[in-house]
């Protein structure tokens, strides 16, 4: 007699939570919690499991994004088929409010017939669309490859954004979390674990692969056109730390997501910023915060397809931990 067990999955989309339902003693157990559960010193073994130090020479000021070779820029030239391109950066944004402490400046000047204008933005932080530098962390003090982080005041004269001058140009690919939930967007706080990235390859059919940008849609800006602004710096939807050894498996060169990447709070004590460490630091994988993925999602919609041509090009600072930035996807 064959006996056969039965795991069925519900989704609860007006509750933002997901179960496993086990006919056993017919007992809901929160998916979260079956999680494995990371400590401080967790992430510390994880900053030398997950460690491209040296893996391309003891001077490397890139990182991952050496893994974007010529094959691979024109594997994803090669995914260009409509023409059609879509910007993945937010509006500057030139209001105050509980998630944009500092708006975008313009000030217009006019000399004779030209229309001219100087601008401030100081674009890290949860509003304007920018891309960290591997100098942009340090822990202990060290930074990717070992590097030592500048004194206190000083500029960096390592691992810059200048060292991207040549742009990001490889494959794209769109992981959009909300969809795969059944949901509009992801509530503040909730945690993206390795078991969702999974699920969204499967549902997709696209594996992440080597030297591709991988963008996760969280529905942030969906929700505060919805719901208003919120205090983002202390509670935002985002990838759980255990999600950093899914990324390096699939050596990952390019992360990009809507609000830091982290999810908020960490739920490590101790470690308020796992992904950002174990991403800039350990694994050199630059990061792109607070993309705007809306019209990304119209468009991959639309044609079905989740994968497409990314670049990007940042400004050449020599010594800047990183920069505002305008990303593009190409159908």
């Not at 400046?105 to 891309?131: C, Q, S, V």
């Amino acid at each position: 007699m064959r006996v056969l067990r039965i795991t069925i999955f519900l989704a609860c989309a007006s509750l933002g939570v997901s179960y496993w339902f086990r006919p056993v003693g017919l007992t809901l157990v929160p998916l979260a919690a079956q999680q494995q559960k990371l400590t401080r010193s967790g992430v510390d073994s994880m900053m030398q499991e997950l460690s491209n130090w040296g893996r391309w020479g003891k001077e490397d000021q890139t990182g991952a994004v050496r893994l974007i070779t010529p094959a691979v820029r024109k594997a994803a030239a090669a995914l260009v088929k409509d023409g059609v391109a879509v910007s993945l950066s937010r509006r500057l944004d030139m209001q105050k409010a509980i998630d944009n402490e500092s708006p975008f400046a313009l000030t217009p000047m006019r000399d004779g017939d030209f229309a001219m204008d100087e601008y401030k933005i100081a674009y890290h932080g949860f509003a304007h669309t920018h891309m960290d530098s591997l100098a942009h962390m340090s822990v202990g003090g060290k930074s990717y490859n070992g590097f030592p982080p500048p004194a206190a005041g000083k500029s960096i004269d390592r691992l810059a954004i200048e060292n991207y001058k040549e742009g990001i140009f490889t494959r794209g690919v769109l992981i959009d979390l909300p969809r795969l939930k059944g949901v509009p967007y992801l509530e503040p706080g909730t945690a993206i674990y390795p078991a969702d990235l999974d699920a969204w390859e499967k549902m997709s059919g696209i594996r992440v692969g080597a030297g591709d940008a991988v963008l996760i849609r969280t529905g942030r800006w969906a929700r505060r056109a919805d719901k208003g602004p919120w205090a983002a710096q202390e509670k935002m939807a985002g990838l759980h730390a255990s999600s950093a050894r899914w990324l390096k498996q699939r050596d990952v060169a390019v992360f990009a997501s809507e609000g830091p990447g982290d999810v908020l709070p960490s739920g490590i004590d101790g470690v308020p910023w796992p992904l950002h460490q174990l991403l800039l630091i350990a694994m050199g994988v630059p990061m792109l915060d607070n993309c705007d993925f809306e019209e990304l999602l119209r468009a991959a919609t639309a044609r079905n397809r989740w994968t497409f041509l990314f670049s990007v090009a940042p400004l050449r600072a020599e010594s800047a931990t990183g920069g505002p930035v305008n990303p593009i996807a190409t159908f």
